[in-house]
């Protein structure tokens, strides 16, 4: 369970590299955070990709039992135009289980190499790209995501551009405090000696090294990508109807609210997004435990 | 110390220029016509290019950008791209005002309670108080606000009717009553910050237990109440500090959701209507007033983490 039993990477040989990393992931599975959060993950997962080839009804198709109540029929009740939201619920997982790791993924490799570069640099380099950070921080991401998506229109890569972009700065904060650690231990110094470029220090050299707090960073955010996903559309700036989609669910539905009633059209896919978000939160939590130091 | 401030307070300087630039850039990105836009699609070509003239969208970048600033450093924020013959200033102050109410609502109620919570779990460590906090705490931050403002209508506005459901309260009311009619949408932003702050707190508060200095005041005969309050709550708030600076940030981009959801007419549902409508005048102010309440706020807390944490109060550099 402790990581104190994994040596680090950098004093290995090869075949104690594998030894360690096996170790490492016996750990994962022994840790009850890391399992669960995978199970719930892969479900959602796994209704992403099966999608409405699997769901007990057509998530599209309109029928004239509008906003039955959950039941034998519709297990979880029907919509204002007759749709199964069981099905909905189940095929929704794929528009936010696409854009929100592709955004993450992006955010990540921009964010690692600016890390690196700044962290490896210091200096000028370091301070003038950490004012830019700063300025980028400054403004909340549903801010700058709102006038991106007015700005370039509505589109899925649209989305995922701009929430990789806006991670960027984030991770890499993150990757650089990692190799500000790492740069001065002896590898680092030694393949300078023998002559070798930054670029391969950095990524040859550097990389495998920090790829844990870079693993952690990334699973972290692809919580908040899910979170900014859900809210952008929410507000109308992410998929358009009709495709099944959690947020579009809710906003389409709360305003039935009032009154109390058909409670079932926001509160199912509300559950969905949440166990999606604490899902990926004890995937995250298990790692930090296994693999921080 | 004072040297430490006028280096962050120089620091902070130089990321205002380069917002400033930012949120130019982002608003140049916006594409299409601002005059075809404002005066619809039958309007004649030579109307559009007048308007265009006249709003000076029609000069070069860099121009539009040194106007701009040279305005901005008067105080002159322009006028509406969208509602002719108003000031941006006369949009965009009442929205800030009525964000700044209920941000600072949510705050004084969600700091002193997560604090309390998060310090509390930290020294029950383990035990069943501390998970009941920790997992209410996460599961609160797992569920995006909206969710949490809806459910909180339904319960306390609509089942209850224990609290208005508007978040504007009528003209001309008194303190109480806008008070009443902010803790629904206050509320919703408790519950997603709850965890966070809690969490630091908690996380400070264990780590602070388990010093050296701590074992130290616990073997020289302290008695366990003196400790915390001595040794382990000024340790464990440092941190917390922090998080509830950055969460400034997070709690003004929150508020476009929650005042979607509430209808409330502050900065958010502005800034929003503006790029929604290409208002670049608006859009480009109301993002730099965001970002300066964001860089105030972090400032403030850094001079107060500084002025608790002894080892930067006494440093001459960083």
């Known amino acids: ?293 | 110390m004072s040297r430490f401030l006028l280096k962050r307070i120089g620091l902070a300087l130089v990321t205002l220029v380069l917002l400033s630039m930012l949120v130019f850039a982002i608003a140049q990105l916006l594409p299409g016509d601002v005059g075809r836009n404002v005066l619809g699609p039958f309007a004649t070509q030579q109307s559009v290019d007048q308007l265009n003239h006249q709003l000076g969208v029609d000069r070069p970048v860099y121009d539009q950008y040194a106007t701009w600033v040279d305005h901005l450093s008067h105080g002159d924020l322009g006028e509406s791209f969208q509602y002719q013959g108003s000031s941006v200033w006369s949009l965009l102050g009442p929205a800030l005002v009525n964000s700044l109410k209920l941000a600072a609502l949510a705050f004084v109620l969600v700091v002193p309670l997560a604090i309390v919570g998060g310090v509390f779990a930290g020294l029950r460590e383990g035990r069943i108080s501390d998970r009941v906090i920790t997992v209410t705490g996460l599961s609160l931050t797992a569920v995006p606000e909206f969710v949490t403002a809806i459910v909180l209508i339904v319960i306390f506005g609509v089942a209850l009717k224990w609290l208005p459901v508007t978040a504007q309260a009528p003209a001309g009311s008194g303190f109480f009553t806008q008070v009443e009619h902010l803790l629904l949408p206050a509320f919703a932003l408790v519950m997603v910050l709850f965890g966070y702050i809690a969490r630091m707190a908690r996380a400070g508060t264990i780590e602070a237990l388990d010093s050296d200095y701590t074992r130290t005041a616990s073997l020289k005969g302290l008695s366990q109440q003196t400790v915390v309050r001595k040794h382990v709550l000024r340790n464990a708030l440092l941190p917390t500090i922090a998080v509830v600076a950055t969460q400034t940030g997070y709690l003004i981009g929150g508020l476009v959701v929650i005042e979607k959801v509430f209808n409330y007419p502050g900065i958010g549902q502005r800034i929003y209507t503006a790029a929604t409508n290409k208002d670049f005048a608006v859009l480009e102010a109301g993002l730099l007033i965001v970002g300066v309440v964001y860089l105030v706020a972090t400032l403030l807390a850094d001079i107060l983490y500084s002025a608790l944490n002894p080892r930067i109060r006494h440093a001459t550099t960083e």
């Open chain 1, 1 to 293: 369970m402790t990581a104190a039993d994994v040596a680090p990477a950098s004093v290995l040989q090869p075949s104690e590299t594998s030894v360690a990393r096996r170790e490492t992931i016996r750990a994962l599975l022994r840790s009850k955070t890391f399992v669960v959060g995978n199970v719930i993950v892969l479900f959602w997962v796994f209704w992403a990709i099966a999608g409405s080839r699997l769901t007990p009804h057509d998530p599209l198709a309109q029928t004239p039992d509008v906003l039955a109540r959950p039941g034998t029929h519709y297990w979880l009740g029907t919509d204002t135009l007759g749709r199964d939201v069981l099905s909905r619920v189940l095929a929704g997982a794929s528009s936010v289980l696409v854009v929100a790791p592709l955004a993450t993924l992006l955010g990540v490799v921009l964010g690692t190499i600016v890390g690196l570069i700044t962290g490896y640099f210091r200096g000028i380099v370091d301070e003038s790209i950490s004012r830019v950070i700063d300025a980028v921080l400054a403004l909340p991401l549903i801010m700058i995501a709102v006038t991106a998506r007015a700005a370039l229109g509505l589109s899925r890569a649209t989305l995922i551009v701009v929430i990789g972009i806006i991670f960027t700065p984030l991770v890499a904060r993150t990757v650089r405090a990692a190799v500000l650690q790492e740069r001065d231990l002896d590898y680092v110094p030694a393949a300078r000696l023998r002559g070798e470029r930054a670029p391969y220090i950095m990524f040859v050299e550097l990389l495998p090294n920090i790829m844990q707090p870079i693993v952690v960073e990334g699973t972290v955010r692809l919580g908040y990508a899910i979170f900014a996903v859900a809210g952008l559309t929410f507000l109308g700036l992410g998929v358009q109807p009709p495709t099944p989609d959690w947020a579009l669910q809710i906003s389409d539905n709360y305003g039935l609210l009032t009154g109390g009633s058909y409670w079932w059209t926001v509160l199912f896919p509300a559950l969905a997004v949440a166990s999606l978000v604490v899902g990926v939160n004890l995937i995250a939590d298990g790692l930090r435990q296994v693999l921080d130091r």
